[in-house]
């Protein structure tokens, strides 16, 4: 049989439970664009899996050999809290300012609003900034060796 699946609204949010046993990956929802899959969210024994679709066999075009640490080093990450939440302070970026960067990584147009002037936020998905990163640590991994060979 299927796993049980249970929504409900809870103090203004919204719950979704979905029970199902044994420790394999079993997908909890699945994403299409135009009849392909673009990504899924996966359980298994132990934790959930947010996943892009990245099959090499989706791909072209595939370079290995651009300067991420220029990049790296324009993203301007800060400190700040929200409005709605003064009392906590967390790191992150303005979203607006990593959209030139990174654009993949923002949502959302700069100082939009709807209708009735109320903003409509940017957003910034701080998963699509990794590959910068990965490759800015082997940037500077290989001039460390560099410079310990001499």
């Known amino acids: ?43 298994n024994g132990s934790s959930v899996a947010f ?4 099959d090499y066999r989706l791909k072209e075009n595939v370079v290995t050999d651009w300067d991420a640490t220029s990049r790296l080093k324009q993203l301007k990450p800060s400190r700040f809290n929200f409005k709605a939440d003064k009392d906590t302070t967390v790191d992150g970026f303005l979203a607006h ?7 993949e990584a923002v949502t959302g147009e700069k100082d939009a609003v709807d209708k009735d002037g109320n903003i409509e936020p940017q957003g910034i998905d701080q998963s699509k900034l990794v590959p910068l990163l990965v490759k800015t640590i082997q940037e500077l991994e290989a001039r460390i060796a560099v410079l310990e060979a001499k």
């Open 1 to 43: 049989g299927y796993p049980a699946v249970f929504a409900s609204n809870t103090s203004g949010g919204f719950a979704c439970v979905y029970l199902k046993t044994g420790s394999d990956v079993g997908n909890m929802m699945l994403f299409y664009r135009d009849s392909s899959a673009v990504g899924s969210i996966t359980t």
């Open 97 to 103: 300012e990593v959209s030139s960067i990174v654009p």
């Open 51 to 54: 996943n892009t679709t990245s």
